[in-house]
T-cell receptor, first 115, second 112 residues
């Protein structure tokens, strides 16, 4: 089945130690999104890629970076995680021009704990 | 700018009772509207969406929602709640720029 896969499902990292979360998709969608969702809050868009074009949200901290080496994979890098970065990180995909019509396809998320 | 307001962060209903989750939106152009469901430690799953046409939309698991432009609302309903409906529900809006804005969510509790 075509899907969006996030690895790992649970990640524990130390305060200040760089961490990378990964997302892969078999849908061949050209738009990929990263959302941060803190407990009992709405998912918050961090950035998204249109193909290789990177689009950062204005209020996304510099501590968060992303890479998209090819259509199938997208990575979220947190350079120096703080306690406030503990959250669920959600990856989503859509086909350009249709995300608004059909919604996104989400992965199962990676829950990040910072100790 | 578009936004979504979900009334009630927690809603409890008895099994078999009507489910009503409220959502109001703000948009300067005709919106596209969505309801997503999230089970614990899972991603978001699309329940239903409104783009154009019929204002009453049916989704998965027996849910439906009605777009009411005059009330700027898109409330989610289900005639008879089931224990498996316990989850977090998010209303969302898009204005055709491929970016979706989510509400803060409503956690639905089902009482036996």
């Amino acid at each position: 089945d075509a899907m969006v896969i996030q690895n790992p499902r649970y990640q524990v990292t130390q305060f200040g130690k760089p961490v990378t979360l990964s997302c892969s998709q078999t849908l061949n969608h050209n738009v990929m999104y990263w959302y941060q969702q803190k407990s009992s809050q709405a998912p918050k868009l961090l950035f998204h890629y249109y193909d290789k074009d990177f689009n950062n949200e204005a209020d996304t901290p510099d501590n968060f970076q992303s890479r998209r080496p090819n259509t199938s994979f997208c990575f979220l890098d947190i350079r120096s995680p703080g306690l406030g970065d503990a959250a669920m990180y959600l990856c989503a995909t859509s086909r350009a021009g249709t995300g608004a019509n059909y919604g996104y396809t989400f992965g199962s998320g990676t829950r990040l704990t910072v100790v | 700018a578009q936004s979504v307001t979900q009334l009630g962060s927690h809603v409890s209903v008895s099994e078999g009772a009507l489910v009503l989750l409220r959502c109001n939106y703000s948009s300067s152009v005709p919106p596209y509207l969505f309801w997503y469901v999230q089970y614990p430690n899972q991603g978001l799953q699309l329940l239903l969406k409104y783009t154009t046409g019929a204002t009453l939309v049916k989704g998965i698991n027996g849910f439906e929602a009605e777009f009411k432009k005059s009330e700027t609302s898109f409330h989610l309903t289900k005639p008879s709640a089931h224990m498996s409906d316990a989850a977090e529900y998010f209303c969302a809006v898009s204005v055709r720029d491929d970016k979706i804005i989510f509400g803060k969510g409503t956690r639905l509790h089902i009482l036996p």
